[in-house]
């Protein structure tokens, strides 16, 4: 059974920093990209940063250069750090990523409530 699991989510002020972490576990042959999504009230999901196995990243316009997608793949961890955090990125962020078992399958974690606020 395989998991990912978001965490450090939380309540910050306007240009404040948050670290997200996203976690695979299970019985894990390999894991391709990484990538974080958003999702604000009301709004479509979107896709925030995206990180290979190789550690390549992109991002989108929205986020570039105050976000940063990094991983750890002995950890099987990916990380977003959020600088400059706006009202704007105030959303439940998810992780996703595609998972080689014995079959591969893209995951979905349950997601963390980030929120920007005075």
């Known amino acids: 059974q395989v998991q990912l699991v978001e965490s450090g989510g939380g309540l910050v002020q306007p240009g404040e920093s948050l670290r997200l972490s996203c976690t695979a576990s299970?019985?894990?042959?390999?894991?391709?990209?990484m990538a974080w999504y958003r999702q604000a009230p009301g709004k479509e999901r979107e896709w925030v940063a995206t990180?290979?196995?190789?550690?390549?990243?992109n991002y989108a316009q929205s986020v570039k250069g105050r976000f940063a997608i990094s991983r750890d793949n002995a950890k099987n961890t990916a990380y977003l750090q959020m600088n400059s955090l706006k009202p704007e990125d105030t959303a439940v962020y998810y992780c996703?990523?595609?998972?080689?078992?014995?079959?591969?399958?893209?995951?979905w974690g349950q997601g963390t409530q980030v929120t920007v606020s005075s």
């Open positions: 990180v290979t196995s190789g550690s390549n990243t």
């Open positions: 996703s990523a595609p998972i080689t078992t014995s079959t591969t399958k893209t995951y």
């Open positions: 299970g019985s894990i042959f390999s894991i391709g990209y």
